[in-house]
């Protein structure tokens, strides 16, 4: 297949014939489900935490005495069955939502990511820009207004830092390609030899 080739400067040069069998893979849908639901899981924080009968205030006297009144015996107000008691089986805050996926299902994931958006390749020969305005200014000339994902050979501070207040360019390096950022892209910008890398690290 071909893929759109720029140099450094932002000017299109000659469509590049690229012979890597990743990039032929069959599309398997499930897995790529299957990664994206443990990677969203993973990220997910345990942000709701409620009050156990041990944690609510209050609830220090027993509130009337044991027998003589008719009612049900209790000796707190703190009972979860009492309105303002502590709450029995609530989120804790503590909660793992992590999920796993074995090394060898997760690379199959992002190959199979990689040649659904084989048509949506990019390959720059090298970003040496460290503005901001100057990073936007190249990406747009090459990928236009379209969500793009850079993916360089190495990333270093001076890669991330001029990207961090630009709203649709996220950068990673082959080694930290995930399905969920390869799929949420609408252009993959493969830095330098980043692609010729990035099979190899996939073992394709």
């Excluded at 709450?87 to 299902?105: A, H, V, Y």
């Excluded at 936007?136 to 001076?158: C, D």
């Amino acid at each position: 297949m071909k893929i759109a080739v720029y140099t450094q400067s932002g000017e299109k040069k000659e469509a590049k014939e690229i012979k890597l069998a990743f990039l032929d893979e069959p599309i398997n849908p499930a897995l790529i489900h299957e990664a994206i639901v443990a990677q969203l899981a993973s990220r997910r924080l345990a942000s709701a935490k409620v009050k156990t009968r041990g944690e609510v205030s209050g609830g220090g006297k027993k509130p009337y005495r044991q027998k003589g009144t008719g009612r049900a015996r209790t000796g707190s107000t703190r009972n979860p069955i009492w309105t303002g008691g502590g709450i029995t089986f609530g989120p804790t805050g503590e909660q793992n939502f992590l999920r796993d996926m074995p090394k060898k299902k997760k690379r199959l994931a992002i190959v199979s990511a990689l040649s659904s958006k084989k048509n949506e390749i990019i390959n720059i020969e090298s970003i040496t820009v460290d503005k901001t305005k100057d990073f936007a200014k190249l990406v747009e000339k090459i990928a236009g207004e379209a969500k793009s994902l850079i993916i360089f050979p190495g990333l270093t501070e001076k890669n991330v830092l001029p990207t961090r207040n630009l709203k649709n360019i996220k950068v990673c390096d082959y080694r930290n390609l995930n399905v969920y950022d390869i799929l949420n892209a609408e252009k993959l910008v493969f830095v330098g030899d980043s692609l010729n890398k990035a099979s190899e690290y996939l073992g394709r």
